[in-house]
C-alpha cells in the first residue's frame, strides 16, 4: 500500500471523519481547522497538526479539501498562507466542496496554471459513514490524477464514482444529488408533521413508512433526529439554503423548471428564518410545528 503522507483541510463532521478513516488505514495525516476542538480531537485520533494549509501542502502530496463553500475554497488554496503556495508539482487538491460545477471549474484551472490537479469530488454518507471508511465520492478529474490519488480515496471510500473526466462534473453530479437530498427531506417532514397533525403516533408511523414502498434513505435516516428530539446538526437547515440554491441556480443556467426543489428551498429558507437555521436540517418539521401548533417529541435542542 502507498505510504506517503496525505493531508486534510477542514476537520469537521465530514472531513474529520474522513481523517480518522486514513488514519485506521495506516496512513500519516496531516490536517488543519480554524476549530481548536476539531483539531484536537484529531490528533488524539492519531494525526499530525498543522498550522495552515500551506503546511498542509508543505508535508502532503494529497490533500483533502472540506470546506462549506467555493469562497472558502479559494481562501484556502489561494490566501495567505495558502495550500497552492506550498503543494508540489504533482501535487493533487481532492476538493469534496460542494459549490456551482462553473465555480470548480475556474479553481481547478487556476490550480492547473500553478501546476496542481485538482479532483472535483462532493461525497455522500455523512458524518458516520466517513468516520468508518465509507464515504462515496463523485470523482471528476484526469483520469491519470485520480489513479495517483487512489490510494488516499479508496483508503476513505465505500465507493469511488468515476463520474467525469473534467473538472465541474463531479459538482454537476453532486448539484442533482442534493436536489434529491433536499426535496426528501422536506418530503419526509411535511408527511410526519401531517401523521402527527392526524394523531397517528410517529413512531408507528416512521415503522410502517420504512417497512413500505414510501420510504426514502433520507426519511429512514432523518425521521429518527424528530423522535428523539434531537437536533444536533449532523447537517444543517442552512447547508440545505446554500446547497438548494446552488440547484436553483444551476436550474436558471439551464433554463430548466425545477417546481419542486423550489418549494423545498422555500422551506428550508422559512426554518431558518425561524431561527432554526443552525440545528439538524431534520428542524424543517418545526417550520409545520410553528404553523399547526403541533407537539413534536423534546430532547437536545
Not at 488514519?23 to 488543519?32: D, E, K, S
Request: charged share 15%; proline share 4%.
Amino acid at each position: 500500500m502507498n505510504q506517503e503522507p496525505v493531508g486534510v483541510i477542514g476537520l469537521g463532521a465530514i472531513g474529520g471523519g474522513v481523517a480518522r478513516s486514513l488514519l485506521n488505514a495506516g496512513l500519516r495525516v496531516y490536517g488543519c481547522d480554524l476549530n481548536p476542538d476539531a483539531v484536537t480531537l484529531f490528533t488524539e485520533a492519531g494525526g499530525q497538526a498543522a498550522a495552515s494549509p500551506a503546511d498542509v501542502g508543505a508535508a502532503s502530496r494529497v490533500v483533502f479539501l472540506f470546506v462549506i463553500n467555493a469562497g472558502q475554497a479559494r481562501t484556502v488554496l489561494f490566501g495567505d498562507s495558502g495550500l497552492a503556495d506550498s503543494m508540489p508539482n504533482d501535487g493533487v487538491v481532492i476538493s469534496c466542496v460542494t459549490m456551482a460545477p462553473t465555480e470548480a471549474a475556474a479553481i481547478g484551472e487556476e490550480l492547473n496554471a500553478k501546476g496542481i490537479r485538482m479532483i472535483d469530488a462532493p461525497t455522500s454518507g455523512g458524518a458516520a459513514n466517513a468516520a468508518i471508511g465509507k464515504t462515496k465520492f463523485m470523482a471528476a478529474g484526469a483520469p491519470d490524477a485520480i489513479d495517483s490519488a487512489a490510494f488516499a480515496l479508496e483508503a476513505a471510500a465505500d465507493t469511488v464514482y468515476r463520474v467525469g473526466d473534467a473538472v465541474g462534473q463531479g459538482s454537476a453530479v453532486k448539484v442533482v444529488h442534493q436536489l434529491l437530498a433536499g426535496v426528501h427531506i422536506s418530503a419526509a417532514m411535511e408527511a410526519m408533521a401531517l401523521g402527527m397533525k392526524m394523531d397517528i403516533d410517529p413512531t408507528a408511523l416512521y415503522e410502517v413508512v420504512t417497512g413500505c414502498a414510501g420510504n426514502s434513505w433520507m426519511f429512514e435516516n432523518r425521521v429518527p433526529h424528530v423522535l428523539d428530539g434531537d437536533y444536533t446538526p449532523l447537517s444543517s437547515v442552512e447547508i440545505f439554503v446554500k446547497d438548494l440554491g446552488l440547484v436553483l441556480d444551476a436550474g436558471r443556467q439551464e433554463r430548466f423548471p425545477l417546481p419542486l426543489a423550489a418549494a423545498a428551498h422555500q422551506q428550508f429558507l422559512a426554518a431558518s428564518a425561524a431561527g432554526y437555521g443552525l440545528e439538524d436540517d431534520a428542524a424543517v418539521i418545526k417550520v409545520y410545528a410553528d404553523l399547526a401548533g403541533l407537539k413534536i417529541p423534546e430532547g437536545k435542542a
